[in-house]
């Protein structure tokens, strides 16, 4: 009877460690985890978390559109850091990238856009996005989605793009150079190199991405004349600008705006 009793308790222990090994065995990420129609968010030159992060925070609990289901921190080395955040079911996905080195030149920010969206569809199964940037993240964007995207498959497609505030023709105001004289800066400057080379034929905008152009009166850093620029680089078809005539919505008011959040979210989840 001791010997049985021994062998029996002896065969529990040996079931529970075995339960306790399986429940504690690390889980890959689930290849399944749902991003309902997700968008990435870029934000401009000297841009932060703070960018677009009141913006998304509306988007969660003020309207409840959606839900921010990643953060992308990207280094100035390019070293790649995700804080995942529990993707839920319901609702449109809003990711938010992040660049330590925000004053970087435009090629060096593609790079970093492009090495985040690229971890996106390898490990997360992410097939397609919406693409926002404001201000010089606009112009990145389109960079990436003119120079990148078109020429490889290792990126999700894009669905739709806008571009908030964004100096397509450069940014007009001679002092505003006497303070920025980073590489980020130069690029924004008129007729610069990285500028002119968006409106060479080399590389076309794709034919099914829609796009729009939001741009306010009361934006000097971004002038009207300037974000509208765009026109000579996207067909018309599929392009649609919206000029907000409010003298007191600055350059960086634009991401702090309930109207600017509505027309976001109407062009990109209401049919």
Request: glycine content about 6%; proline content about 3%.
């Amino acid at each position: 009877m001791y010997r049985f009793k021994k062998h029996y308790w002896l065969s529990c222990c040996i079931i529970l460690i075995g339960v306790i090994v399986i429940m504690y065995i690390p889980k890959e990420a689930k290849s399944e985890q749902s991003f309902m129609e997700p968008t990435v968010f870029v934000h401009g030159y000297k841009g932060t978390y703070h960018s677009f992060g009141n913006m998304l925070h509306r988007f969660e609990y003020k309207y409840q559109w959606g839900h921010k289901a990643l953060e992308y921190r990207i280094s100035g080395n390019g070293a790649i850091h995700v804080n995942n955040r529990a993707a839920k079911s319901e609702g449109p996905a809003f990711i938010q990238v992040i660049f330590d080195e925000n004053r970087a030149s435009f090629a060096d920010s593609v790079s970093y856009l492009s090495a985040a969206l690229k971890h996106m569809k390898e490990k997360l199964q992410i097939d397609s996005i919406n693409l926002v940037g404001h201000s010089m993240g606009g112009i990145v964007a389109l960079k990436f989605i003119k120079e990148q995207l078109s020429s490889s498959d290792d990126y999700p497609n894009v669905e739709k793009y806008v571009a908030i505030g964004s100096p397509f023709d450069g940014i007009y105001q001679e002092s505003y150079f006497d303070i920025h004289q980073d590489a980020g800066a130069q690029d924004l400057m008129p007729h610069s190199d990285a500028l002119e080379a968006l409106y060479t034929n080399e590389h076309t905008f794709p034919i099914d991405i829609d796009v729009l152009s939001i741009a306010s009166t009361g934006d000097i850093i971004a002038v009207p004349k300037s974000v509208s620029a765009l026109e000579n680089i996207i067909p018309s078809t599929q392009y649609e600008k919206v000029l907000i005539d409010n003298r007191y919505l600055g350059h960086s008011d634009l991401h702090e705006s309930e109207k600017v959040d509505k027309l976001l979210y109407t062009f990109l989840f209401v049919e």
